[in-house]
């Protein structure tokens, strides 16, 4: 790994053995973030953006195994660390804010508790520090009466209190690397815009990494530098922000974009759904999983998955369509 490298994940493979048989979530995903970077990982619903995540903070449950590749983060080689020494990392160089905070914290605990957990785990304050920590964490995620937050429970709280409770937690020891999995699915518009911000000025005051696992591809652009777009467990396009939205190159990163409402759009212009259905991960087609949904689908496209081929340094996209293209061009050149 590169100095400047924080996270470098090769050729991963995941599956979950279950009874009907093997799920693979994950089929060689290969995804690399730098030092400061905020990535962004977007598809729809059964990519693999959440078990990918999961995976990094050593967190997949049974049935799920990975089978193949490495995960190497700030020097450590996690698809080889046991659960022990994935705890002293786990909260205190990578955390992880979940997608439903009501579902993460413990109804029974206080909030203040919660938070000093985290605290006693991975530092050596006491517990007047700890309770000083807490107070100055839940200022620093902009909730009034912090005093009074702490001996509160988590049903107390509204859903924008518990997702910044969810956030102090998270960066209770100064991550170098905050995964966010869809943090803002529950809330309104206006608390979304509210958490976005207060993680892009936290990212500033800590120096702080951060992937953003989402649907929302108008987050995407308001706080990412880099984009993977993933479908049916693979890496399917990645590349800058400005690569992604102005020079889309895969079929499904094209679908996406179009599926965007437009505000200068005309009123009665309709949106333009991908259409077909998700693929069945129990039985994966053999080639481009994307294949049965795409309208330039071709022969091969069914029967083998493409190479990546590389658009630029930071761009990269696995597409039948851009090896056609390269073929065509050098055929045009030898003319």
Same mark, same amino acid.
């Given at each position: 790994?590169?100095?400047?490298?924080?996270?470098? %994940?090769?050729?991963?493979? #995941?599956?979950?053995?279950?009874?009907?048989?093997?799920?693979?979530? /994950?089929?060689? =995903?290969?995804?690399?973030?730098?030092?400061?970077? *905020?990535?962004?990982?977007?598809?729809?619903?059964?990519?693999?953006?959440?078990?990918?995540?999961?995976?990094?903070?050593?967190?997949?449950?049974?049935?799920?195994?990975?089978?193949?590749?490495?995960?190497?983060?700030?020097?450590?080689?996690?698809?080889?660390?046991?659960?022990?020494?994935?705890?002293?990392?786990?909260?205190?160089? =990578?955390?992880?804010?979940?997608?439903?905070?009501?579902?993460?914290?413990?109804?029974?605990?206080?909030?203040?508790?919660?938070?000093?957990?985290?605290?006693?785990?991975?530092?050596?304050?006491?517990?007047?520090?700890?309770?000083?920590?807490?107070?100055?964490?839940?200022?620093?995620?902009?909730?009034?009466?912090?005093?009074?937050?702490?001996?509160?429970?988590?049903?107390?709280?509204?859903?924008?209190?518990?997702?910044? *409770?969810?956030?102090?937690?998270? #960066?209770?020891?100064?991550?170098?690397? #905050?995964?966010?999995?869809?943090?803002?699915?529950?809330?309104?518009?206006?608390?979304?815009?509210?958490?976005?911000?207060?993680?892009?000025? /936290?990212?500033?005051?800590?120096?702080?990494?951060?992937?953003?696992?989402?649907?929302?591809?108008?987050?995407?652009?308001?706080?990412?530098?880099?984009?993977?777009?993933?479908?049916?467990?693979? =890496?399917?396009?990645?590349?800058?922000?400005?690569?992604?939205?102005?020079?889309?190159?895969?079929?499904?990163?094209?679908?996406?974009?179009?599926?965007?409402?437009?505000?200068?759009?005309?009123?009665?212009?309709?949106? %333009?759904?991908?259409?077909?259905?998700?693929?069945?991960?129990?039985?994966?087609?053999?080639?481009?999983?994307?294949?049965?949904?795409?309208?330039?689908?071709?022969?091969?496209?069914?029967?083998?998955?493409?190479?990546?081929?590389?658009?630029?340094?930071?761009?990269?996209?696995?597409?039948?369509?851009?090896?056609?293209?390269?073929?065509?061009?050098?055929?045009?050149?030898?003319?």
């Amino acid at each position: 790994m590169m100095s400047n490298t924080l996270l470098d %994940i090769k050729n991963l493979r #995941l599956s979950f053995f279950t009874p009907a048989g093997e799920v693979k979530a /994950l089929n060689d =995903v290969s995804i690399s973030m730098q030092e400061g970077d *905020v990535l962004g990982i977007v598809g729809e619903s059964g990519s693999g953006k959440s078990v990918t995540a999961y995976s990094i903070m050593g967190l997949t449950a049974h049935p799920g195994k990975i089978i193949g590749g490495t995960i190497d983060f700030n020097g450590h080689r996690i698809n080889e660390m046991s659960e022990k020494q994935m705890r002293k990392i786990r909260g205190k160089e =990578v955390s992880m804010i979940f997608q439903d905070p009501m579902t993460s914290l413990n109804p029974v605990y206080t909030i203040g508790n919660q938070i000093r957990e985290v605290i006693y785990l991975h530092t050596d304050l006491d517990k007047q520090q700890a309770y000083d920590r807490s107070v100055e964490l839940l200022n620093l995620v902009g909730i009034n009466d912090p005093e009074k937050r702490l001996k509160q429970y988590p049903h107390e709280l509204s859903g924008g209190m518990r997702q910044r *409770v969810m956030i102090a937690i998270a #960066l209770a020891c100064e991550p170098k690397l #905050l995964i966010a999995d869809e943090p803002t699915t529950a809330l309104d518009v206006t608390i979304q815009a509210q958490i976005i911000e207060l993680m892009m000025e /936290l990212k500033r005051k800590i120096n702080m990494s951060i992937i953003m696992i989402t649907h929302d591809l108008g987050i995407v652009a308001s706080m990412c530098t880099n984009i993977v777009v993933m479908y049916a467990g693979k =890496v399917v396009e990645a590349g800058s922000i400005d690569e992604i939205f102005y020079n889309p190159k895969h079929e499904y990163t094209k679908g996406l974009l179009r599926s965007i409402p437009n505000i200068d759009s005309p009123s009665h212009e309709r949106l %333009i759904p991908i259409e077909g259905s998700p693929v069945d991960m129990l039985n994966p087609p053999v080639g481009c999983p994307f294949a049965p949904r795409c309208d330039k689908c071709m022969k091969i496209c069914l029967k083998r998955m493409p190479e990546y081929t590389k658009i630029s340094d930071t761009h990269k996209s696995a597409c039948w369509m851009l090896q056609k293209e390269e073929l065509e061009r050098s055929k045009g050149v030898m003319k």
